[in-house]
């Protein structure tokens, strides 16, 4: 029989729990504290006495992932982490030491229905959508290893939050596509606000393009930001890659972005993948990352508030690509800003831990058959 999980119980259920075990009714709230800071175990538990500690051990669970895999960066800038979910699912968190504050990468779904050509998250499929507790645990990781942290006395952070150990920014950009599980995003960033103290403008979430999910976000009203994984500037390159470019269309998915920009007054960001792909002789050619549509995609968004974040593609061994050289990438750059358009080299973090999206959970996949 699978243990109860303790974090997914109200404050009421938690409280009965504790009575049924005998104990009285405060260890409810202290282990409520414990839970909201990510304690992983009950020995972590210290101001519980030891045999209570035990028995917990033996008949619950703390939070509704464990770690199963954690990957260090040499720099000490970004966490891997690799978490199984009750099920026996697995999924995708990143903790990014910045110098504006700490960002936590989360995922939404358990694998991924979109399909993009070019994503080793969508290789085995959806399994299912995340639980808005299952997403808010993977905060509660970050934030566990923040305190418990060696690397977070650098004096970094000069615009950032006064507390280096606590999580500063959420991105809801991992595995899975967001608006396909909308409310329970929407669940969760609600908790983030008020249970973390996380302001909405530090919170993004990314869409491959669900029209009626933007159309939702609007509807919630909350000023959080919006980034759209864009890949292409026309509809013709666009479905050779993102099959969902066949359900909506490019000016659909910009006109219901720019709404949502508008009402929040905020700018909207643009994730553009560089890829490239073998020749014949095996030589890489520029595939979406052409002088012609860093044109085209300036075209597209001009006179627009919006940030491109260019991202050379991180290889990914069952993908068809190839990465563009550094002279390509910044060719592509250099266009993009005689445009007009506010742009950025996403610098790559964590290439040492293998920091390609789905990779860890396909890799570990593939060696449990
Ligand atoms: S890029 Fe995002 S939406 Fe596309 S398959 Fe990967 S996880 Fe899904």
């Given at each position: 029989?699978?243990?109860?999980?303790?974090?997914?119980?109200?404050?009421?259920?938690?409280?009965?729990?504790?009575?049924?075990?005998?104990?009285?009714?405060?260890?409810?709230?202290?282990?409520r504290e414990?839970?909201?800071?990510?304690?992983?175990?009950?020995?972590?538990?210290?101001?519980?006495?030891?045999?209570?500690?035990?028995?917990?051990?033996?008949?619950?669970?703390?939070?509704?992932?464990?770690?199963?895999?954690?990957?260090?960066?040499?720099?000490?800038?970004?966490?891997?982490?690799?978490?199984?979910?009750?099920?026996?699912e697995?999924?995708?968190?990143?903790?990014?030491?910045?110098?504006?504050?700490?960002?936590?990468?989360?995922?939404?779904?358990?694998?991924?229905?979109?399909?993009?050509?070019?994503?080793?998250?969508?290789?085995?499929?959806?399994?299912?959508?995340?639980?808005?507790?299952?997403?808010?645990?993977?905060?509660?990781?970050?934030?566990?290893?923040l305190?418990?942290?060696?690397?977070?006395?650098?004096?970094?952070?000069p615009?950032?939050?006064?507390?280096?150990?606590?999580?500063?920014?959420?991105?809801?950009?991992?595995?899975?596509?967001?608006?396909?599980?909308?409310?329970?995003v929407?669940?969760?960033?609600?908790?983030?606000?008020?249970?973390?103290?996380?302001?909405?403008?530090?919170?993004?979430?990314?869409?491959?393009?669900?029209v009626?999910?933007?159309?939702?976000?609007?509807?919630?009203?909350?000023?959080?930001?919006?980034?759209?994984?864009?890949?292409?500037?026309?509809?013709?390159?666009?479905?050779?890659?993102?099959?969902?470019?066949?359900?909506?269309?490019?000016?659909?998915?910009?006109?219901?972005?720019?709404?949502?920009?508008?009402?929040?007054?905020?700018?909207l960001?643009?994730?553009?993948?560089?890829l490239?792909?073998?020749?014949?002789?095996?030589?890489?050619?520029?595939?979406?990352?052409?002088?012609?549509?860093?044109?085209?995609?300036?075209?597209?968004?001009?006179?627009?508030n919006?940030?491109?974040?260019?991202?050379?593609?991180?290889?990914?061994?069952?993908?068809?690509?190839?990465?563009?050289?550094?002279?390509?990438?910044?060719?592509?750059?250099?266009?993009?800003?005689?445009?007009?358009?506010h742009?950025?080299?996403?610098?790559?973090?964590?290439?040492?831990?293998?920091?390609?999206?789905?990779?860890?959970?396909?890799?570990?996949?593939?060696?449990?058959?």
């Amino acid at each position: 029989m699978t243990k109860p999980i303790l974090f997914n119980f109200t404050d009421a259920e938690l409280t009965d729990f504790v009575i049924q075990s005998g104990q009285p009714k405060f260890r409810a709230k202290q282990i409520r504290e414990w839970l909201m800071r990510g304690a992983p175990d009950f020995a972590s538990m210290k101001n519980l006495p030891e045999i209570l500690r035990n028995d917990l051990d033996k008949s619950a669970q703390t939070l509704p992932v464990k770690i199963v895999k954690k990957l260090q960066s040499a720099d000490g800038e970004t966490t891997k982490f690799l978490l199984e979910l009750f099920d026996g699912e697995q999924i995708e968190c990143v903790l990014m030491r910045t110098t504006y504050g700490n960002s936590v990468c989360v995922s939404s779904q358990a694998g991924c229905a979109m399909g993009c050509k070019f994503c080793a998250s969508t290789l085995l499929g959806l399994k299912r959508n995340l639980t808005a507790n299952e997403i808010f645990a993977q905060i509660l990781v970050a934030q566990w290893e923040l305190r418990s942290d060696k690397f977070s006395d650098k004096p970094i952070r000069p615009n950032g939050d006064a507390n280096n150990n606590d999580v500063s920014h959420i991105v809801i950009m991992g595995t899975g596509e967001p608006l396909q599980n909308t409310e329970n995003v929407i669940d969760f960033i609600e908790r983030a606000n008020q249970d973390m103290g996380i302001g909405w403008r530090r919170i993004t979430v990314s869409t491959c393009g669900i029209v009626p999910g933007i159309d939702r976000l609007i509807e919630w009203g909350r000023p959080i930001n919006l980034a759209i994984s864009l890949h292409a500037p026309t509809d013709e390159l666009r479905s050779k890659i993102m099959p969902i470019n066949n359900k909506y269309k490019l000016s659909e998915v910009m006109d219901a972005a720019w709404r949502f920009t508008d009402l929040h007054n905020r700018q909207l960001m643009i994730e553009y993948i560089l890829l490239g792909k073998k020749d014949e002789n095996g030589e890489t050619v520029l595939y979406n990352a052409t002088p012609e549509y860093a044109e085209k995609l300036s075209e597209l968004l001009d006179g627009k508030n919006c940030m491109v974040n260019l991202i050379p593609w991180n290889a990914v061994d069952e993908r068809d690509f190839a990465s563009p050289s550094g002279n390509a990438v910044h060719r592509f750059q250099d266009i993009l800003i005689k445009n007009g358009i506010h742009t950025r080299i996403r610098r790559e973090r964590g290439t040492d831990i293998g920091s390609a999206c789905g990779q860890l959970r396909l890799n570990n996949a593939k060696k449990q058959n």
